[in-house]
């Protein structure tokens, strides 16, 4: 049985619109401190807030005013149309119809089907603010619903303007394709085990119960030679080295965060007579963990 999670009180003496950036030591190669510098209080708040015995290193809470930016120390954006590779729909932007605090704690994406029949939405990255190399790497989401619609939180290495998708892995936390409301998708992307190939797995609902009706906790306990996925703290699989068999193993390196709602796609396939814009995805926090 799953269940909805509220962050602790322990959790909520961390800074919460700044993300912070403590340094992953040994278990990192690379991250990049983004926002104010820390102060001594900074250091033992996150030192002593923890999660399934790690160490808060990074966290963003989405706390603004409403209609506010997400932190652009931490957030970048993908902008454009083409297909993003899998035939989508939208048109992502960088606008506040598409991406904004709701000045109640949540990062609200917003894909809508504007006046001309277009579709827009967003997606934000941390590509060149935020990279991690292990940990148990979670976000709290509301996500959307619809024929069509298709969020996710997820990763890319860092290394993808140098050697490419998918040479560069790709660690998706978190997918849903709108047809099923009740199924969420994670899967890893590497060379031979790419696109359909990728190795996944899925969690499910009981009785009929959709992700869209209330926040989840999706996260990855990323560790050297293993992926395991969780849903509200319950883990449903674990991938390693030994999975690939003798394709490469590309996610033993830094990674950067991504969230957006796609419209339409090969997989969701396109919206429909039952498809009601807009939809958003409420994200309350994103939370990077270094697990002992």
């Not at 729909?89 to 917003?110: E, F």
């Not at 709108?178 to 696109?195: I, R």
């Not at 009981?206 to 050297?224: E, S, T």
């Not at 703290?233 to 957006?260: E, M």
Request: glycine share 14%.
């Amino acid at each position: 049985m799953l269940h909805d999670h509220t962050p602790t009180d322990a959790a909520h003496t961390v800074d919460r619109r700044r993300f912070l950036a403590l340094g992953l030591g040994s278990a990192a190669a690379t991250t990049a401190a983004v926002g104010a510098a820390l102060t001594p209080d900074d250091h033992a708040a996150a030192a002593t807030t923890t999660s399934s015995g790690g160490v808060l290193l990074a966290a963003d809470e989405f706390d603004g005013a409403a209609g506010s930016a997400p932190n652009p120390g931490i957030w970048r954006f993908d902008t454009g149309t083409g297909g993003w590779g899998n035939a989508e729909l939208q048109t992502y932007t960088d606008s506040r119809r598409n991406s904004a605090l709701d000045g109640a704690g949540n990062l609200v994406i917003t894909a809508r089907r504007e006046a001309d029949g277009t579709y827009t939405s967003a997606r934000l990255k941390t590509e060149g603010t935020f990279t991690a190399q292990y940990g148990r790497i979670e976000a709290r989401i509301r996500i959307p619903r619809g024929q069509g619609i298709w969020p996710a939180f997820w990763m890319l290495g860092a290394d993808i303007g140098q050697v490419g998708w998918p040479a560069c892995g790709e660690i998706d936390v978190m997918e849903n394709v709108g047809y099923e409301p009740g199924v969420v998708h994670g899967t890893v992307h590497g060379p031979g085990y790419s696109g359909a190939q990728g190795l996944s797995a899925a969690a499910t609902l009981p009785n009929g119960a959709a992700w869209a009706d209330a926040h989840h906790v999706f996260g990855v306990d990323w560790r050297p030679g293993s992926v395991t996925w969780l849903v509200d703290g319950v883990a449903q699989r674990t991938v390693t080295r030994a999975d690939v068999g003798t394709s490469p193993w590309v996610f033993d390196k830094p990674f950067f965060v991504l969230l957006n709602v796609a419209v339409g796609g090969t997989w969701p396939g396109s919206p429909d007579a039952t498809t009601r814009f807009p939809q958003q995805m409420l994200v309350d926090w994103v939370r990077v963990w270094q697990q002992s």
